[in-house]
């Protein structure tokens, strides 16, 4: 769910391009094109802008929560170097295609369980056929079970059905096949989205904090202070964080944003609870006004 969460190109128009529109799953997929990038799209589905992509510069990231995403993938490991990546969630395949043009040779694994959207985004928005992606067309959990213990340096998830993330993947027990798939110092990385009271968000950080060592979260200021909805980037891992440079990226990004670590994180959760499977919800409905020009 991106939502206004964008750089410079939102609710424009192509150079003369048409929208592509079509059928799947989901709802009504449409590309639309980026008026200030020849070969840039915007996939929405039912209105709802999903992800943004440039075919000639895929190292081009539009979206504020994807710049963040991208730039973890940049401190995962030395530049250049490549990674085994899950990414849970495929929308344009943006941040496949932003690590793949980034980190060559990484081997990548995209579980998108929308199959008629993997079809209409590989037509009209070709993989590059070098890079090494691997897309299964089944839901995220069922994917994420058939990756090989410790196989993943990065598990991205960013899910959402009806702008909303499934219920099943907010859980503990989720996050448990997530460390199962992680090398032992590999990262879950995972776009939220809640407004206020953040209740979802917080819920969500418990969870992650009572299965990973450390933590650490990324957001608009606005967001932080429950003011609207939006999205936040969270990183957890068993091994050492590089919060200092992501903080001073996300601070730089040209809609900054705040990142927050160790006591402070723990005290915005406010005492929330882990959540379990038994108790898991989906997250919030964004309000309508999310995807108003």
Request: proline share 8%; glycine share 10%; aromatic share 6%.
């Amino acid at each position: 769910m991106a939502g206004k969460d964008r750089g410079k190109g939102r609710q424009q128009r192509g150079r003369g391009g048409e929208v592509v529109a079509g059928q799947v799953a989901g709802g009504r997929a449409e590309l639309e094109p980026d008026r200030e990038r020849a070969d840039a799209w915007t996939l929405l589905i039912d209105g709802a802008p999903q992800s943004h992509v440039d075919l000639a510069d895929p190292g081009h990231l539009d979206f504020s929560y994807q710049r963040r995403i991208g730039h973890l993938i940049d401190l995962a490991a030395p530049a250049r170097r490549p990674l085994n990546v899950v990414h849970l969630g495929g929308g344009a395949f943006t941040l496949a295609r932003y690590t793949a043009a980034t980190r060559p040779r990484s081997s990548q694994q995209v579980v998108e369980i929308d199959a008629p959207l993997v079809a209409f985004v590989r037509e009209h928005l070709p993989l590059d056929p070098q890079a090494r992606v691997r897309v299964r067309a089944v839901d995220a959990r069922a994917g994420l079970a058939k990756v090989p213990d410790g196989w993943a340096d990065l598990v991205i998830a960013d899910v959402f059905s009806g702008a909303r993330t499934p219920a099943h993947l907010t859980s503990a027990e989720f996050l448990d096949d997530v460390r199962r798939a992680l090398a032992p110092t590999g990262w879950y990385v995972a776009n939220l989205a809640d407004g206020p009271p953040l209740a979802h968000l917080r819920g969500q950080i418990a969870t992650a904090a009572s299965r990973f060592a450390q933590l650490a979260l990324a957001a608009d200021p606005v967001v932080w202070r429950g003011k609207r909805f939006g999205n936040a980037v969270l990183v957890a891992s068993d091994g050492e964080l590089p919060v200092a440079e992501f903080t001073r990226r996300v601070a730089g990004d040209p809609h900054p944003g705040r990142v927050e670590h160790g006591r402070a994180l723990a005290d915005f959760t406010g005492g929330a609870a882990p959540v379990a499977d038994a108790s898991a919800v989906a997250s919030p409905q964004p309000p309508p006004s999310v995807f108003r020009g």
